[in-house]
């Protein structure tokens, strides 16, 4: 692995990091918090998505205009057992997502939400981290690689790992303050 396959591994460790953070709510409407949400459209699980139009009228409400009338109930169904908290409105033709001003209490619960997923990307980021290193020993051990370059090579992923853990922990500030602003 090398130390360019490397940072590109941790660069999507870091974006799944940031999607996750887009699904949690923060108190103001946003089109990503659906994203998780899947559909039993016709007997498979399909994102809700690719079932209807997703459009932001103001900062506390989403509106659902589903390609398929037919599929109201289900995409209605859907979100009301999803973990979103949010109740659907359907009047026939649409389906209204009205956001409620977060309770402070619900504010910490996602702050808690976010620091878990911030330390699950570091976990991956390390995980990367290990692999390339355990390479590295082995070619190392191997012969193909001196001391030397071993070490320096060792050394650079290790720079990588901190700068992208630091690139989690700025997303985590930022997202955290968006939680907390009210």
Same mark, same amino acid.
């Not at 692995?1 to 490397?6: D, G, I, K, P, V």
């Given at each position: 692995?090398?130390?360019?396959?490397?940072e590109?591994?941790m660069q999507?460790?870091?974006?799944?990091?940031?999607?996750?953070f887009?699904?949690?709510?923060?108190?103001?409407?946003?089109?990503?918090?659906?994203?998780?949400?899947?559909?039993?459209?016709?007997?498979?699980?399909?994102?809700?998505k690719?079932?209807?139009?997703?459009?932001?009228p103001?900062?506390s409400?989403?509106?659902?205009?589903?390609?398929?009338?037919?599929?109201?109930?289900?995409? *209605?169904?859907?979100?009301?057992?999803?973990? +979103?908290?949010l109740?659907?409105?359907?009047? /026939? $033709?649409?389906?209204?997502? %009205? !956001?409620p001003?977060?309770?402070? *209490?619900?504010?910490?619960?996602?702050?808690? +939400?976010?620091?878990?997923?911030?330390?699950? /990307? $570091?976990?991956?980021?390390r %995980? !990367?981290?290990?692999?390339a290193? *355990?390479?590295i020993?082995?070619?190392?051990?191997?012969?193909?690689?001196?001391?030397?370059?071993?070490?320096?090579?060792?050394? %650079? !992923?290790?720079?990588?790992?901190?700068?992208?853990?630091?690139?989690?922990?700025?997303?985590?500030a930022?997202k955290?303050?968006?939680?907390?602003?009210?």
């Open positions: 692995m090398t130390l360019a396959e490397t590109d591994l999507k460790a870091v974006e799944a990091t940031q999607r996750s887009n699904t949690i709510r923060t108190g103001r409407a946003n089109a990503s918090l659906l994203d998780r949400v899947m559909v039993d459209y016709y007997g498979s699980p399909t994102p809700l690719s079932l209807a139009t997703i459009s932001i103001d900062a409400t989403i509106v659902l205009q589903p390609f398929d009338p037919g599929s109201l109930a289900t995409i *209605e169904k859907a979100i009301s057992m999803s973990d +979103l908290g109740t659907p409105n359907n009047d /026939g $033709k649409l389906i209204r997502l %009205n !956001i001003p977060l309770t402070s *209490e619900r504010r910490k619960e996602f702050a808690k +939400l976010a620091s878990k997923y911030a330390e699950e /990307g $570091k976990v991956s980021v %995980n !990367i981290r290990r692999d290193i *355990e390479e020993r082995k070619q190392e051990k191997d012969g193909d690689l001196s001391k030397d370059e071993s070490h320096d090579e060792q050394d %650079n !992923i290790q720079k990588l790992t901190d700068k992208y853990t630091e690139k989690i922990d700025e997303l985590l930022e955290e303050k968006d939680i907390t602003t009210v």
